[in-house]
């Protein structure tokens, strides 16, 4: 789904009664946003309620509260992804959001943080992972997001989360993959690098970028750069000078129009008839050591449609930054690599995906820091949790791990065919 992928998207349900929608998982927000039926008019194509993942319709929920921090109106501006020129607004209540599809056994919690838009920036709505409170009026005035409601009602063991995006070229396709309070081994091939959360709070998720590499060796980056890791957005913003070497090396053409790197058939057959494989070498500030992550050219190989482009044209998700606050790894990167954000001890892990067809789940809690030894949030939360799975429909499904009272939710949602 979306309109510049395909994404694997989720499932939640939003209202009472329930309404299902489909969103993407953001790692750079802490709320829930649904499309307003609004957001399709009659001149947009007859798929557009599908491709942006269904409509929430707050005028049909008898849970919908406004939120009436502003005595003057409930739409706010978004904010989010505001430093890349992304805008809209949101009209903003509160409501019921079960993860999942009703009756699947996904937590429900009342009356949560939700922003209707119809803006197009944000072409799909977004599930936020980010355990940060919002504030409408007055920092004095917190409202808890949804990642920490579940941890104030002991729902999760610890306010963290991994994540992965899935992508349609491995394995016949795979499944984006969620876990809330904890992470499943079978998706990563572990390292002992572990990164510190960044001095910016709207920029915890900073790595140092060392390197950018293709098979050949042929280097696509002059030199080191401290980079954003962000799933909201799909591209990859690096340097012009960086992306010049990314020209150059792939024979990409800047499209002005769309500002995007538009592919046409003759190059999208020689790129991926070279099939070159491009590798992201990550390190922090502190450490000498690094972690490979490979990217191969089917992760660069995706569609861009409506509303950005007339018609559905291949693109390679690279991106001119502005500058050095633009420089971020977007969706594109989370495809092949698997990350495990802990934010109780303010640490997170990059891995490469494991692509192993066989591979059972395992699923470890991440216990709270007084309930574990030691820092590393991988090797020293190893609680394993029994799994229960249960169906979400013929379009995916959703597994629940239940022990005493922590709950770990990881949702997997099947790339509709195309």
């Given at each position: 789904e979306g309109n510049d992928g395909p994404w694997s998207s989720f499932t939640i349900e939003i209202g009472t009664p329930s309404q299902s929608v489909n969103?993407?998982?953001?790692?750079?927000?802490?709320?829930?946003?649904?499309i307003d039926p609004k957001g399709c008019t009659s001149t947009d194509p007859s798929t557009c309620s599908t491709s942006r993942g269904r409509f929430y319709n707050n005028t049909a929920s008898t849970s919908w509260i406004p939120n009436k921090s502003n005595i003057t109106t409930t739409i706010y501006d978004l904010e989010l992804e505001s430093n890349l020129g992304y805008s809209g607004k949101g009209r903003y209540g509160f409501d019921d959001i079960t993860l999942g599809y009703l009756g699947s056994g996904g937590p429900s919690l009342g009356n949560q943080t939700v922003a209707i838009i119809a803006a197009k920036d944000f072409y799909m709505g977004l599930f936020g992972v980010k355990p940060q409170a919002s504030n409408f009026t007055s920092l004095t005035d917190p409202i808890l997001s949804f990642m920490e409601n579940l941890r104030t009602q002991?729902?999760?063991?610890?306010?963290?989360?991994?994540?992965?995006a899935g992508n349609k070229y491995r394995l016949n396709e795979v499944y984006g993959s969620l876990v809330l309070g904890g992470y499943d081994t079978s998706r990563f091939n572990p390292n002992?690098?572990?990164?510190?959360?960044?001095?910016?709070?709207?920029?915890?998720?900073?790595?140092k970028l060392n390197k950018i590499t293709t098979d050949?060796?042929?280097?696509?980056?002059?030199?080191?750069?401290?980079?954003?890791?962000?799933?909201?957005?799909?591209?990859?913003?690096l340097p012009e000078a960086a992306c010049a070497m990314f020209e150059s090396t792939f024979g990409l053409t800047w499209d002005s129009n769309t500002q995007l790197y538009?592919?046409?058939?003759?190059?999208?057959?020689?790129l991926k008839s070279q099939n070159p494989k491009i590798t992201f070498t990550l390190?922090?500030?502190?450490?000498?050591?690094?972690?490979?992550?490979?990217?191969?050219?089917?992760?660069?190989?995706?569609?861009?449609?409506?509303?950005?482009?007339a018609n559905a044209t291949r693109y390679f998700p690279l991106k001119r930054a502005n500058d050095s606050s633009q420089y971020t790894l977007g969706r594109a990167f989370f495809q092949e690599a698997?990350?495990?954000?802990?934010?109780?001890?303010?640490?997170?892990?990059?891995?490469?995906?494991?692509?192993d067809a066989s591979a059972q789940q395992d699923i470890v809690a991440i216990l709270p820091p007084s309930n574990s030894v030691?820092?590393?949030?991988?090797?020293?939360?190893?609680?394993?949790?029994p799994l229960v799975a249960i169906a979400a429909g013929a379009s995916g499904l959703v597994l629940l791990a239940l022990a005493l009272v922590a709950l770990l939710i990881i949702l997997r949602r099947r790339r509709k065919a195309k």
């Amino acid at each position: 789904e979306g309109n510049d992928g395909p994404w694997s998207s989720f499932t939640i349900e939003i209202g009472t009664p329930s309404q299902s929608v489909n969103v993407l998982v953001s790692t750079a927000s802490y709320q829930t946003w649904g499309i307003d039926p609004k957001g399709c008019t009659s001149t947009d194509p007859s798929t557009c309620s599908t491709s942006r993942g269904r409509f929430y319709n707050n005028t049909a929920s008898t849970s919908w509260i406004p939120n009436k921090s502003n005595i003057t109106t409930t739409i706010y501006d978004l904010e989010l992804e505001s430093n890349l020129g992304y805008s809209g607004k949101g009209r903003y209540g509160f409501d019921d959001i079960t993860l999942g599809y009703l009756g699947s056994g996904g937590p429900s919690l009342g009356n949560q943080t939700v922003a209707i838009i119809a803006a197009k920036d944000f072409y799909m709505g977004l599930f936020g992972v980010k355990p940060q409170a919002s504030n409408f009026t007055s920092l004095t005035d917190p409202i808890l997001s949804f990642m920490e409601n579940l941890r104030t009602q002991n729902m999760i063991p610890s306010l963290s989360w991994a994540y992965t995006a899935g992508n349609k070229y491995r394995l016949n396709e795979v499944y984006g993959s969620l876990v809330l309070g904890g992470y499943d081994t079978s998706r990563f091939n572990p390292n002992n690098l572990t990164f510190n959360f960044g001095p910016q709070y709207d920029r915890e998720l900073l790595v140092k970028l060392n390197k950018i590499t293709t098979d050949d060796g042929t280097s696509l980056l002059q030199q080191p750069i401290s980079t954003f890791l962000d799933s909201t957005v799909p591209y990859i913003y690096l340097p012009e000078a960086a992306c010049a070497m990314f020209e150059s090396t792939f024979g990409l053409t800047w499209d002005s129009n769309t500002q995007l790197y538009l592919l046409t058939d003759a190059q999208h057959t020689s790129l991926k008839s070279q099939n070159p494989k491009i590798t992201f070498t990550l390190g922090t500030l502190t450490s000498l050591q690094t972690v490979d992550i490979m990217l191969p050219y089917s992760a660069f190989d995706l569609t861009v449609s409506y509303p950005i482009a007339a018609n559905a044209t291949r693109y390679f998700p690279l991106k001119r930054a502005n500058d050095s606050s633009q420089y971020t790894l977007g969706r594109a990167f989370f495809q092949e690599a698997y990350v495990i954000a802990d934010y109780e001890r303010r640490n997170f892990s990059v891995s490469q995906c494991k692509w192993d067809a066989s591979a059972q789940q395992d699923i470890v809690a991440i216990l709270p820091p007084s309930n574990s030894v030691g820092e590393n949030t991988k090797t020293k939360s190893a609680h394993h949790l029994p799994l229960v799975a249960i169906a979400a429909g013929a379009s995916g499904l959703v597994l629940l791990a239940l022990a005493l009272v922590a709950l770990l939710i990881i949702l997997r949602r099947r790339r509709k065919a195309k």
